[in-house]
């Protein structure tokens, strides 16, 4: 059976720009797996350190109930996400372990570095998945299947410096954006914290919006959809692979492989 890896920062990041399509994917008959290597010990206004951690432990594991998918734990804390052996060692084994046919993971332009940071990690964690003198933690066989890495919007549709990113692929999520709604539903902590923090005036209605416009965008279809750019094939697997593509069918729209940076309005 084919398997997903959703590689996030943060609990619900995987809920704002990966879900639904995680969801698609397992309608299509593919195992499905929910990791985000932080603990989110810093969203809250309200509650220390640790108990942050414990409650968006619960909700994340909550929403990948909702969506069916194997939840594994976090290794580091909000903006302890480097690109560093030890971090790198245990994600390195969960993709051993995992062995997917497909990695989801932040866009390596985003608005913040634990985000940046989980998706290099993301992506050297899949190119080592063959390599039998880099030792992983725990310890792993390594795997010689094909991985194709797709990543997905950045927060806001636009790299550090303000520019457009346009996806070169969209998938149309509308049939299961419900479910999508609901497993962000869980980490109900975070609309107290979003709301102060960033200027959030409602969690969920944000994540509707953001999935509005990327329906809206040249390669989007439908009423809510999820935008994904392939990593380049060297070292993962064949030029022409794009599992995404072959198993979501009708639900996918694509353009160029790599679409490129449109110049944004404000810059």
Known sequence: MPAALAIAAHPDDIEFG???TLLLLRAAGWEIHYLNVARGDLGSTVLDARECARVRRAEAQAAARVLGATWHPPTRGDLGVFYDHRTLRRLAGIVREVAPTVVLTHSLEDYMEDHMNTARLAVSAAFSRGMPNYRTVPARPPVSSDVTIYHAQPHGHMDQMGRRIVPALCVDTTSVHAKKRAALACHA???????????MDSYLAAMDEMSREVARMPTGHGEFAEGWRRHSHLGFCTMDADPL???????????????????????
């Open 189 to 199: 902590s975070q609309k107290e914290w979003l709301d102060a923090s960033q200027g």
């Open 18 to 20: 990966m879900a639904g």
């Open 245 to 267: 593509r072959l198993a979501l069918g009708k639900h996918v729209r694509a353009g160029v492989v790599n679409a490129a940076e449109e110049p944004s309005s404000a810059s």
